[in-house]
């Protein structure tokens, strides 16, 4: 079941000209970051009102201690996986030419795709609250928290809490590239966080064909998407890669 459908992706990403990809949380977990939802999600763990941007403003240390400081050393020392390297590989061949991602890892422009929109903003960097100087996110050092500028105001991660807007430009040009794309590849996301979970929806409307990756089903599963490969993100690039070779 899954070979066949590992061959039918390899057969239509090779007669695509121009694929998009949608990625989440469970592309970078064989990266040894968790994912938010499922099992050893992190909200299993956690309240997700950490994420809010009220809760954050509220008391800064706080979700600093219980979110940020665990993100950034999870984050810091993470590595590609082939699942990130599979989407690379497919840039270089001609046939992907943007990832929509909400991870904030920076972990696809590690593995060399160039035209990644990071929909959730980004954790490779701090902002001040105060002065709006930016750093570094490695650079910045935890003997402090919540961490500060040198201006004394408090640093915050440049990635999108809840409750905040998604940048306007990150926005449009999802839409703009979900509109336009014949095969949308829609890897390790629960798909239940929108404006992100719209746009496979925005793609399947403009005729594309919707490729699901993931380890379970999703709500676009059997309704938006065409089909789904089963498995982890990193082994069904590599079985469709290798699969795509054979064909050429
Ligand atoms: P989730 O944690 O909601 O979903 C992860 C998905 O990845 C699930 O569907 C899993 O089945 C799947 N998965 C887990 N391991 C996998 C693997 N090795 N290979 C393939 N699939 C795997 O992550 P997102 O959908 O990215 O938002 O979550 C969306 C947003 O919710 C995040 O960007 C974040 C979060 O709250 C903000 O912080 C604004
Ligand atoms: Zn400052």
């Not at 099992?39 to 009220?54: C, H, L, N, T, V």
């Not at 990130?84 to 904030?104: D, F, M, P, R, S």
């Not at 998604?166 to 590239?177: G, H, N, V």
Request: proline fraction near 5%; include cysteine; glycine fraction near 8%.
């Amino acid at each position: 079941m899954t070979d066949d459908l590992i061959r039918k992706a390899a057969k239509d990403l090779a007669a695509a000209k121009s694929v998009a990809a949608l990625t989440g949380a469970g592309i970078s977990v064989e990266s040894g970051i968790p994912p938010f939802r499922g099992r050893g999600g992190i909200w299993e763990k956690i309240d997700p009102s950490y994420a809010d941007i009220d809760r954050f403003m509220r008391n800064p240390a706080d979700v600093w201690n219980v979110l940020i400081k665990e993100m950034k050393e999870i984050i810091d020392k993470a590595k590609p996986n082939d699942g990130h390297k599979g989407l690379a590989k497919l840039e270089e061949l001609g046939k992907l030419n943007t990832i929509i991602t909400q991870n904030v890892d920076g972990l696809h422009q590690m593995a060399g795709n160039t035209d990644v929109i990071e929909f959730h903003g980004t954790f490779a960097w701090q902002r001040c609250l105060d002065c709006d100087e930016r750093c570094e996110t490695s650079k910045v050092e935890l003997t402090e928290i919540p961490p500060r500028c040198k201006c004394g105001g408090i640093y915050r991660p440049e990635v999108i809490f809840f409750g905040e807007m998604i940048p306007y430009k990150a926005l449009l040009r999802s839409k703009e590239i979900a509109s336009s794309c014949d095969i949308m590849l829609v890897i390790g996301t629960s798909a239940t966080v929108h404006p992100a979970a719209m746009m496979p929806g925005v793609a399947k409307e403009n005729g594309a064909k919707i490729i699901e990756i993931n380890l379970d089903e999703t709500p676009l599963t059997g309704h938006i998407s065409d089909y789904l490969v089963k498995g982890k993100a990193g082994q069904v690039m590599n079985a469709i890669l290798a699969e795509m070779e054979s064909l050429a």
